[in-house]
């Protein structure tokens, strides 16, 4: 079974500071994961994705099968990045639905 | 304007009535989602179609029902059967390429008094 572990339901950081989201999954086959963003009235959004190894709104996630996880790391937080974060994992090969965790909601502060 | 909508976005229903919730595409995708969010329990999959006339129970989809006639359209219908109907509902889509991610509405958030 697919299982996304988000252990933080909070974070606060101050702005400028570095800021990690923690994301651990698990999953038998060859994972694709995601990170989605929510920002306040807002719809959900794709924030990035691990296949295409990009850097977003300077967020970046790194793919560790070893640890079974995809931290999502910001170098410097903005007062903008204040969001609620999804992590989300799809099984390769099947239909496209995916498992999300339970979300972190990231505050930075001034 | 491209994208996906759904209506309503406020709904009040009293016990024991069943509700349909609207989600609406006009992005070309051949599937389509409802997701059920609850605070501190993230997104849970209802029900998915991956194509017209075609779709598959999701982890939560006791008490709910669903229907994919045409390509644009995927209602979502909270029947009396669904024991904790209150909540935020989350309409998506995506393209053939997964790595395309989804596509969200904006929500349905359904109370029930």
């Known amino acids: 079974a697919q299982r996304v572990t988000q252990p933080e339901k909070l974070l606060s950081v101050f702005k400028g500071a570095p800021v990690e989201l923690k994301c651990n999954y698990s999953y038998s086959g060859s994972p694709e994961l995601f990170w989605y963003v929510q920002y306040s009235r807002q719809r959900l959004q794709l924030l990035l994705r691990?296949?295409s190894r990009e850097s977003i709104k300077g967020f970046t996630a790194d793919l560790n099968k070893g640890e079974t996880s995809f931290h999502l790391k910001k170098p410097f937080a903005q007062e903008e990045d204040s969001a609620m974060y999804y992590c989300a994992l799809g099984a390769s090969g099947s239909a496209r639905q995916l498992t999300f965790g339970s979300g972190t909601q990231l505050t930075v502060l001034p | 304007d491209g994208g996906i909508t759904q209506s309503p976005k406020y709904l009040f229903r009293k016990e024991g009535q069943n509700v349909t919730l609207s989600c609406e595409q006009n992005?070309?995708?051949?599937?389509m989602y409802w997701y059920r969010q609850d605070p501190g329990q993230g997104l849970r999959l209802i029900y998915y179609s991956q194509i017209v006339n075609d779709f598959q129970k999701g982890d939560i989809a006791e008490g709910y029902s669903v229907s994919r006639e045409k390509k644009e359209s995927f209602p979502l219908t909270v029947t009396s059967a669904q024991k904790n109907p209150t909540a935020f509902y989350l309409c998506?889509?995506?393209?053939?390429?997964?790595?395309?991610?989804?596509?969200f509405g904006e929500g349905s958030r359904l109370t029930v008094l």
């Open positions: 691990h296949i």
């Open positions: 998506a889509s995506s393209p053939p390429r997964q790595a395309a991610g989804l596509f």
């Open positions: 992005l070309n995708h051949d599937a």
